[in-house]
């Protein structure tokens, strides 16, 4: 089969490789569509090293599955758990200890023509359902599964929450679309690229350049949810959310500097990571997403993978202005 393989030093190259085999419990699923995420680009600039080189990366994918003895179409959770561990029992899947994810080793991920998956991963999509738009699926449930976090935290009604997300690429554009579909109302995204900005005025969201901050006058904020991951995004959430809210930090851009753990002491600020998703709020997304939920999920863009060492590039050089590039085959 042909893949996209890291090999490392800032180099992916698209060849032959091995065709997967599926171990018990797992079938082959044929790649229709793969999302380049954030992680992919660590990896690819050898900033993870829980994906060293060689290595399939990819891990937000749609594609299809011989499943009961037919082919369907399918959009995959990427995470896989034990299922019987105390975490997987409370419903905590993702914070399994044992969890892996595809395109981390040990296991390929989905910028290939076939990769191996559990079939309890997959979750069959209605015939004829556009396999694009599923393979947002997995960076809309990061966001999604943060506003389930900021809800619990914050113990109000959606309809009265004051929300800001820091971040318009694809997972601060999927919590503000997951938000929306949930029930807030009172949504600001803060971004500082104009196209990304751009995107996420097209969904219909009141969008803020950071620079601009100063001369807004924003009403109490009860939540920041941090799609972005770095000090300044980190020091604005610190500075506008009220006594008593909520920070849920999805972003992984940096590891130090930005919050304001004084203020967090004397105002009870209350800080929660959230990673990934849980299997409940992955299938919540993709129900979400086959009811027209999230609107016209129209903010990708779908380029060859065997120029996926371009779009790596480009994508690291900031030179893209969509949300989300697709990778795909044909």
């Given at each position: 089969m042909k893949a996209l393989i890291y090999e490392g030093n800032n180099t992916l190259e698209f060849k032959e490789t091995d065709t997967p085999v599926p171990n018990a419990g797992e079938v082959l699923v044929k790649v229709v569509s793969a999302g380049i995420c954030g992680s992919d680009l660590h990896a690819f600039h050898g900033k993870d090293e829980r994906r060293p080189a060689p290595l399939i990366l990819g891990h937000e994918v749609s594609g299809f599955a011989e499943i009961d003895g037919e082919e369907r179409p399918v959009v995959v959770n990427p995470l896989v758990t034990c299922g019987t561990c105390p975490a997987c029992l409370r419903g905590e899947d993702n914070l399994c200890p044992d969890r892996q994810i595809i395109s981390m080793a040990p296991r390929p991920g989905s910028f290939a023509e076939y990769f191996a998956m559990p079939t309890r991963n997959l979750i069959t999509l209605p015939e004829g359902f556009d396999m694009r738009k599923a393979a947002l699926c997995e960076p809309i449930a990061c966001g999604w599964h943060a506003v389930r976090l900021a809800e619990r935290s914050s113990g109000m009604k959606f309809e009265d929450l004051n929300l800001i997300v820091c971040g318009a690429g694809a997972v601060g554009l999927g919590t503000a679309l997951s938000a929306r579909a949930l029930g807030i109302q009172n949504i600001w995204v803060i971004e500082t690229q104009a196209g990304r900005r751009d995107n996420a005025k097209r969904q219909g969201f009141t969008v803020i350049d950071p620079s601009e901050l100063g001369s807004i006058e924003l009403p109490v904020i009860d939540a920041v949810i941090d799609a972005v991951g770095i000090a300044p995004t980190r020091?604005?959430?610190?500075?506008?959310?009220?006594?008593?809210?909520?920070?849920?930090?999805?972003?992984?851009?940096?590891?130090?500097?930005?919050?304001?753990?004084?203020?967090?002491?004397?105002?009870?600020?209350?800080?929660?990571?959230?990673?990934?998703?849980?299997?409940?709020?992955?299938?919540?997304?993709?129900?979400?997403?086959?009811?027209?939920?999230?609107g016209a999920l129209d903010w990708y863009q779908v380029e060859p993978v065997s120029e996926g060492q371009q779009w790596f590039e480009k994508l690291s050089n900031n030179e893209v202005s969509a949300a989300k590039v697709l990778l795909e085959f044909s």
């Open positions: 020091a604005l959430a610190s500075e506008k959310l009220r006594p008593g809210g909520t920070i849920v930090h999805i972003g992984l851009g940096s590891a130090v500097d930005g919050f304001d753990i004084r203020r967090a002491t004397l105002q009870e600020l209350k800080f929660i990571g959230s990673y990934t998703y849980t299997m409940k709020h992955f299938k919540e997304v993709v129900e979400a997403m086959v009811d027209d939920r999230f």
